[in-house]
């Protein structure tokens, strides 16, 4: 520090303390006097931060303050990313059809059909329009109800509530003034939707995380990175009262609600890193720790926000409810060299977590699992060299392994009935290499055809009445289509093959 420089802080203080006396006596203007040449040097020791900021400023007049205290102000060793703000804009009416809360007083099917198209001549290559439909179908047929229009980037990114009375969705027209996340209510005279979010991801800081609705379809729950970590929000189907549910610093994300709507679960690596805001107790910010691919699960009461851990064992994809107090889960990633992914489910009630473990040869791997509706009984895909298909009792006990339906690993999903009596086997993904089949919980043959139709990704109605899946008729053009069969999988009906394009189907709603 300059003599020049510390003569002029001693003169400030000097001021400072002459400013307290009832009467000033006069001072003399000091005269600007060139500073020495030959001034010695100061060894200061350095401050913690390179650049350091007083916590009072002095003003342009050179007001001096009564203490000079230097303060310093550590720079993060994380930039923190911008934080999205909810918002409410673009809204505008839906064309939706009238009446559509009567409507969905009986089950029915929501599906996306993509570039449909008016085909004269099947073996005639027509371009595709780029648009996207949301429509809603009768489990008895009948003409598809147009719910929405959107523009084909959207993609597989449309979540229609349980109920059917609320959507939601991505608006992506490399427009930044309109894409985004939207909701629509459909519970108004005239719907009405609206952007509630300005973004084109719903990946996570590397997390992809879907938004799930409430059971009642009042509430959209989407995981969302603030500055330094992720946090759940909770927002209105009209877009009001957006909610942190989960403000803590840690990783919070995947949250799905329970059946009865009482409790929210999601996965956090608070646990291990409580917090990666810089400077807070405990912080992983700055100590070299990757940023997570999992966590542990847990569980919040969203009335009174009380949450608990329910897993001790880290996982990488999200739970699933079973039913209203039991979630299910699996641990290990086979992909990054674990020995094993095993299954797992636990009574929030009770807190009692268990471990499904075969008595005799159990399967290190256990893929595509599906959970009887009271939990006692799990199908699954074990897969090592070979693939089979295995039905086993929660206390370890194998009811029934087959190897001659051979789906490759991962190319298999299954569904229960809502009464836990039969289990519809399929494909994935369009990959569906046998025709209906259906089996008792004893994993007796109910019904097993042979394509035409194929079956993929088997779904109960919620009265359990009816089974509807997608398939593939090679007879008519090779596309895939929505079936619905009886429960036992008889009487399959094609209800779609008036239209043309790319099917996806979301699954049943309303009822």
């Known amino acids: 520090m300059s003599l020049a420089k510390t003569s002029w802080i001693a003169l400030l203080l000097v001021c400072a303390a002459c400013s307290g006396l009832t009467q000033n006596p006069p001072t003399e203007t000091p005269t600007n006097t060139a500073p020495p040449t030959d001034i010695p040097t100061l060894t200061l020791t350095p401050l913690p931060s390179d650049t350091a900021a007083p916590t009072q400023t002095p003003s342009p007049m050179l007001t001096p303050s009564s203490t000079l205290t230097w303060t310093p102000q550590p720079t993060p060793s994380t930039t923190p990313s911008p934080t999205l703000n909810f918002i409410y804009d673009n809204w505008d009416f839906v064309e939706a059809p009238a009446g559509i809360e009567s409507m969905l007083v009986t089950p029915h099917l929501a599906f996306v059909n993509t570039n449909n198209r008016n085909v004269q001549n099947i073996g005639t290559p027509t371009p595709g329009n780029n648009i996207s439909t949301l429509y809603y179908l009768s489990s008895n047929g009948g003409t598809p109800v147009e719910m929405l229009q959107m523009t084909a980037e959207t993609g597989d990114q449309v979540y229609v509530a349980p109920t059917g009375n609320a959507i939601a969705y991505m608006r992506l027209e490399n427009t930044p003034s309109t894409d985004g996340l939207y909701v629509v209510d459909l519970t108004l005279a005239t719907p009405i939707r609206g952007r509630i979010l300005a973004t084109t991801s719903l990946n996570q800081r590397g997390i992809p995380s879907e938004p799930v609705w409430s059971p009642d379809g009042t509430r959209l729950a989407v995981a969302l990175e603030t500055a330094y970590d992720i946090d759940i929000f909770t927002v209105g189907r009209d877009g009001a009262t957006p909610t942190n549910m989960t403000r803590n610093g840690s990783y919070d994300f995947w949250p799905t609600w329970s059946p009865d709507g009482r409790y929210l679960s999601f996965v956090s690596d608070r646990a291990v890193c409580p917090s990666w805001i810089p400077g807070e107790p405990n912080t992983c910010d700055g100590t070299d720790t990757e940023p997570p691919r999992g966590g542990y699960v847990y569980i919040m009461d969203v009335t009174t926000?009380?949450?608990?851990?329910?897993?001790?064992?880290?996982?990488?994809?999200?739970?699933?409810?079973?039913?209203?107090?039991?979630?299910?889960?699996?641990?290990?990633?086979?992909?990054?060299?674990?020995?094993?992914?095993?299954?797992?489910?636990?009574?929030?009630?009770?807190?009692?977590?268990?471990?499904?473990?075969?008595?005799?040869?159990?399967?290190?791997?256990?893929?595509?699992?599906?959970?009887?509706?009271?939990?006692?009984?799990?199908?699954?895909?074990?897969?090592?060299?070979?693939?089979?298909?295995?039905?086993?009792?929660?206390?370890?006990?194998?009811?029934?392994?087959?190897?001659?339906?051979?789906?490759?690993?991962?190319?298999?999903?299954?569904?229960?009935?809502?009464?836990?009596?039969?289990?519809?086997?399929?494909?994935?993904?369009?990959?569906?290499?046998?025709?209906?089949?259906?089996?008792?919980?004893?994993?007796?043959?109910?019904?097993?055809?042979?394509?035409?139709?194929?079956?993929?990704?088997?779904?109960?109605?919620?009265?359990?009445?009816?089974?509807?899946?997608?398939?593939?008729?090679?007879?008519?053009?090779?596309?895939?289509?929505?079936?619905?069969?009886?429960?036992?999988?008889f009487g399959a009906q094609n209800l779609t093959a008036n239209l043309r394009g790319n099917i996806n189907l979301l699954g049943w709603v309303g009822g």
């Not at 994993?443 to 997608?470: H, I, K, Q, W």
Request: hydrophobic share 35%; aromatic share 10%.
């Open 305 to 489: 926000g009380e949450t608990r851990q329910i897993s001790q064992q880290w996982v990488t994809e999200p739970p699933q409810w079973v039913n209203p107090r039991q979630i299910a889960y699996a641990s290990g990633e086979p992909a990054f060299g674990d020995p094993a992914r095993e299954l797992w489910i636990a009574d929030i009630f009770t807190n009692e977590t268990r471990q499904l473990v075969l008595d005799q040869n159990d399967d290190p791997f256990k893929f595509a699992e599906s959970w009887s509706p009271n939990g006692q009984q799990v199908f699954y895909q074990a897969a090592d060299d070979s693939t089979t298909l295995v039905l086993a009792s929660l206390d370890g006990t194998e009811i029934a392994r087959v190897d001659n339906l051979n789906f490759t690993r991962f190319g298999v999903s299954a569904a229960w009935s809502p009464n836990g009596t039969t289990i519809a086997i399929g494909g994935v993904g369009g990959q569906c290499p046998y025709g209906v089949i259906t089996i008792t919980n004893e994993f007796g043959y109910v019904a097993r055809g042979n394509p035409p139709p194929s079956m993929c990704e088997p779904t109960y109605s919620p009265d359990g009445s009816l089974l509807a899946f997608t398939g593939v008729n090679p007879r008519q053009d090779g596309r895939i289509d929505i079936y619905v069969a009886n429960a036992n999988g």
